[in-house]
Structure formats: structure tokens, C-alpha cells
């Protein structure tokens, strides 16, 4: 039997604007689980590095539980297995932006410390010989130097997580990739809509990747 394909440009224009509905969502659980997750990386960041046990170590368990484990795994739990827990429903949007919060925060995290790490100590002996208080130092000296160098690699986890909304089709948010699964049960041209939903994807990494190189030229970014 001869098999043919044809790709259904008109198909792939026409699910656009549905498609186009999701993108909020992505942003949304993306974006807004990184403040939490920056939050969260500079926090347990910072306590890695500390010389207490008692501090690192809980840090450190948090670190490897959530960068050793699947985005897929700890959005299910939270979604599906939290509620026993808690004895109540989380919502999907909820457990999406939960899961990038605690997911991004256990990866910040490790660009935290790294960022601070590799600063010399000689900058917080000079801070100390002008009179600064440690704290003072830490974060007068060593932090803004410390960020600069963290900004590329955050860069690319905000890219990393805006991926991985493309799992949470998997709980019913209406993100990319949930609003492409709908609008194929509907019109079965499920080429030309995974097609325009990677077209999107790619748009918004691409965009995102276009403004931190752009920060890297303007040499506000020390590598």
C-alpha cells in the first residue's frame, strides 16, 4: 500500500490561536515558580556552604532529593499524592508552579554556592580590613560579584524549566502542550500541531536565550 503525507499548512494556522491560549499558563508556572525557586536556590544555596552541620546537611538532603529525582515524579506527588497528606485537593496550576519552585530551587541552589565558591577569599579579607562586619562583606562584596557570574547559568534553567511545563500536560494544566492534546482530539492532525507547538517553545527559549546574550554583550555579565 502507497502511503502518502501531505503537511495541513492551513491545519497547523489554524490551531494557532488555541494553542496561543496556553502560553500564559507556561509563563506562569515557569516564571513564577523561578522567583520561588530563586528564593529557595539562594537559601539552601547559602546553607550548603555553611560549616554548621545541622544547617548543611538538611540543605544538602534537599538538594539531592529534588535534582536526583524526575520533575514528572515530584509534580505527580504533589498533585496526586500531597492531597492524602494535607487532606484536601491541590489545584494544577498549584502543583506546577510548586514543582518548578522545588525542582529550580535544588539546581539554583548548586549555582549559588558554585557562584559564591568561586569567588577569592582575598575579597572578604579586604573587605574585613576596612571595617566591614562578615555580613557586610558577604553581601557589599562577595554576593555581587558572586551574581554576576550566576546569571548565565540561571539563565539557562529558566530555560530548562520553561521545558518542563510541557510535562505538566499530565495533570490537566492548560499549558502548550495540554491545549495541543485537546485541539488533537478534536481536528486529528497531530503532526501539524505538535509542529506549531514546538515552533512556540523554540519562540520563547529563543527569546529568552536572545535577551541574556544581549546582557553578556553589554558586559554586565562577568564569566
Do not use: C, H
Not at 503525507?5 to 513564577?32: H, K, N, R, V
Not at 558554585?114 to 571595617?131: F, H, W, Y
Not at 521545558?163 to 485537546?182: A, N
Amino acid at each position: 500500500m502507497e502511503f502518502q503525507f501531505q503537511f495541513d499548512w492551513q491545519a497547523a494556522i489554524d490551531s494557532i490561536p488555541f494553542l496561543l491560549e496556553g502560553i500564559p499558563y507556561t509563563l506562569l508556572i515557569s516564571f513564577g515558580g523561578l522567583v520561588i525557586g530563586f528564593a529557595l536556590g539562594i537559601f539552601f544555596g547559602l546553607l550548603s556552604i555553611n560549616k554548621r552541620w545541622f544547617l548543611k546537611w538538611p540543605a544538602t538532603a534537599y538538594i539531592e532529593i529534588f535534582r536526583g529525582t524526575p520533575i514528572l515524579v515530584q509534580v505527580l506527588f504533589i498533585f496526586y499524592g500531597l492531597p492524602d497528606l494535607i487532606g484536601g485537593p491541590i489545584d494544577p496550576l498549584t502543583a506546577g508552579i510548586a514543582a518548578i519552585a522545588l525542582n529550580s530551587g535544588a539546581y539554583i541552589s548548586e549555582v549559588v554556592r558554585g557562584g559564591v565558591q568561586s569567588i577569592a577569599k582575598g575579597q572578604s579579607e579586604a573587605g574585613l580590613s576596612l571595617g566591614l562586619s562578615r555580613t557586610q562583606t558577604f553581601w557589599s562584596i562577595i554576593w555581587p560579584q558572586a551574581f554576576r557570574r550566576m546569571i548565565p547559568p540561571l539563565g539557562n534553567q529558566a530555560i530548562v524549566s520553561i521545558k518542563d511545563t510541557s510535562l505538566f500536560s499530565v495533570i490537566g494544566v492548560g499549558e502548550l502542550v495540554r491545549q495541543g492534546q485537546i485541539y488533537i482530539a478534536n481536528t486529528f492532525t497531530a503532526f501539524e500541531v505538535y509542529f506549531v507547538v514546538a515552533i512556540l517553545y523554540l519562540a520563547i527559549t529563543l527569546s529568552l536565550s536572545l535577551i541574556l546574550r544581549y546582557v553578556e554583550r553589554r558586559g554586565l555579565v562577568s564569566v
